[in-house]
């Protein structure tokens, strides 16, 4: 069984930049798309974006494009989500997820999730 544990959250200002890295213990390679999700507060969980089991395809929120970027380390089993230029409405918890599948998923085929890591961008 797949598990997932973000690390790298914090406080950060406007413009500033943070990763994120999810570890994976368990067979992820054995085809796992992931993805990262994010749930400001009072709102309902977004898609961030995600990338495939293969690692060659990835794609994104419209609202991250350019500024984050997704990447996976199969040998690590590590994922990562560099953020670049934050702004405030990037603040929330920020949850890695795995989805059993060799294309990209849908949302609803996620379906194991890491604890959660929180990001704060003050003005």
């Known amino acids: 069984q797949v598990q997932l544990v973000e690390s790298g959250g914090g406080l950060v200002q406007v413009g500033d930049s943070l990763r994120l890295s999810c570890a994976a213990s368990?067979?992820?390679?054995?085809?796992?798309?992931m993805g990262w999700f994010r749930q400001a507060p009072g709102k309902g969980r977004e898609w961030v974006g995600e990338v495939s089991a293969s690692g060659l395809v990835t794609r994104y929120e419209d609202s991250v494009k350019g500024r984050f970027t997704i990447s996976r380390d199969m040998a690590q089993n590590t994922l990562s989500l560099q953020m670049d230029n934050l702004q405030v409405d990037d603040t929330a918890v920020y949850y890695c997820?795995?989805?059993?599948?060799?294309?990209?998923?849908?949302?609803?085929?996620?379906?194991?999730w890491g604890q959660g890591t929180q990001v704060t961008v003050s003005p």
């Open positions: 368990g067979p992820t390679s054995d085809g796992y798309a």
């Open positions: 997820a795995a989805a059993r599948t060799w294309g990209l998923p849908l949302r609803l085929e996620y379906h194991i």
